[in-house]
């Protein structure tokens, strides 16, 4: 494993790669021709088996496991996949997503999110402008259409959001021209937490479409994003329009209250 690449293939990690969206992430940069290492912490046999399967139709991909929430894990996995080949791009997709309000949370628990997912994308990101050589790279960060249509749930998830929507520009103009960063904000696409199966089938439809968001076109906006050269500082909503239809509570809750309301208990 972490064999010199062969060719000067455009090469990708995709943190929290093996699972749900990271999992189509790599299907779909490695169906683009880009070499992809799928980071993982405890999908280990998800992300060996994404990688064998996607070996199988000819693409080029890594399982690689990394401890991303601590500055030394993030320099060895840099390090890692450096030593191979320039890496061309970084998907920051690894998240916790813990429930909390303004008032409960916990300070582990928030910091523990915060590290995750804002401290980590930042880092990496800023590590990916840092390689040697001159080529072009690219950083995109995983957001949530939450950080455009707030609601008091999820507290320090969204706070951590919030602040790496914020930096997407804030990161394009210290990075630049090296770096190009963008942002992608996805609407719900995969049931969380104690969220039910019956639950989500309904919350997917809460958007302007009035369908479920497919994640293969969060990822095709990804690779998009990663592969337009004039494309920096912005993000994108994939979310069937979800931003644009205020709750005043997470869409799972509100979700909750509407079953209650019309199931018989
Ligand atoms: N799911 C949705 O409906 C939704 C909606 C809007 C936005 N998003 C965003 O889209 C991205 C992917 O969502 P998802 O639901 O597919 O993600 P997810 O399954 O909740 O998490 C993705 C991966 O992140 C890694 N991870 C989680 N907690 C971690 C921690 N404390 N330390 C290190 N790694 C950790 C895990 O990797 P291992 O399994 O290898 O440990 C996990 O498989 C996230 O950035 C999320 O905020 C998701």
New binding site residues.
Partial sequence: MNAQLSSPARAVLV????????AALCEAFARAGWHVWC??????D??RALAHRLRGEGASIEAVEA???TAAGRRALMAQLTAAAPLTCVV??????EPDTGADFDEEAAL??I???LI?PLDLARQLAAQPGTHECCAIH?????VYNLNPDYFS?TVS?LALERAVALQAQSLAPRLRVAGV????????GPQAEGNFAIAAHANLLRRPID?VD?AATCLFLAQTPSLTGTTVCV?NGQHLVPLPRDIMFVTDELLKRHLPS
């Fill in positions: 943190t929290g790669g093996a699972r749900r969206l990271g980071q993982y912490r405890a999908s280990g998800e992300a401890d991303i929430t920051n997709n690894a998240s916790a997503f523990r999110q590290g995750v997912n980590a995983v957001l949530d259409q939450k998830y959001k904000a996805p609407g719900i696409l995969y049931p969380s994640p969060v979310d």
